[in-house]
Structure formats: C-alpha cells, structure tokens
C-alpha cells in the first residue's frame, strides 16, 4: 500500500514562506502525476496543484504565483512551497497521486496568522 507522510507545516505570519513535503512509499513514484490538496474546517478538500510525472505543472488561480509544486523522484519526494502566505491559506494540507487513492495521509496543519 502507497504511504503518504506530509510534513513542514507549522505557524508563519502572513507573507512568510513555509516549504511542505510528502514523502511516498510507491516503486513507481516517478510516472505518477502527483497533487496537494488542502481542507479546512467545515469544508472538503480542494485541490491546489498538479504536477505530472514529467514535471507539467497547474495552479488553483488562488494560489497561482505564490505557491510551486515540485519533485524529487529519486527521493520519491513531493514538494509545496509556498510563498507571500495569507491567513486564507490556513488549512491542513495533504498530498497525493492521480487517480487518487481512496485513503489520505495525515496531513500537516498551516496556520497563517499575525
């Protein structure tokens, strides 16, 4: 079974800079396109970004140039990192793979706040 283990959250003020990670138990990480996500309370997930195993990237237009998604395949590694952060973008964030699995990690809490 594919693990997911997100981490680097934590509390920034608004501005700053956070860099998350997920780390991916999965032999074939490399051809898998790859996504985070992010869920507050009361709401679902929604979807922030996609990067494809060839490195094609796409942005939710709320995050699009402050954030960048990006990859390290020989460390099965995912990447979020987020710049000029905003208290709207508090949220435990989550990653994973397309098509989805039908299971999530556990996430790493974002706190934006002054």
């Known amino acids: 079974q594919v693990q997911l283990v997100e981490s680097g959250g934590g509390l920034v003020q608004p501005g700053g800079s956070l860099r998350l990670s997920c780390a991916v138990s999965?032999?074939?990480?490399?051809?898998?396109?790859m996504v985070w996500f992010r869920q507050t309370p009361g709401k679902g997930r929604e979807w922030i970004a996609t990067?494809?195993?060839?490195?094609?990237?796409n942005y939710l237009t709320s995050v699009k140039g402050r954030f960048t998604i990006s990859r390290d395949n020989a460390k099965h590694t995912l990447y979020l990192q987020m710049n000029s952060l905003k208290p709207e973008d508090t949220a435990v964030y989550y990653c994973n793979k397309l098509p989805l699995l039908n299971y999530w990690g556990q996430g790493t809490q974002v706190t934006v706040s002054a």
């Open positions: 990067i494809t195993h060839n490195g094609d990237t």
């Open positions: 999965a032999p074939n990480f490399s051809i898998n396109a």
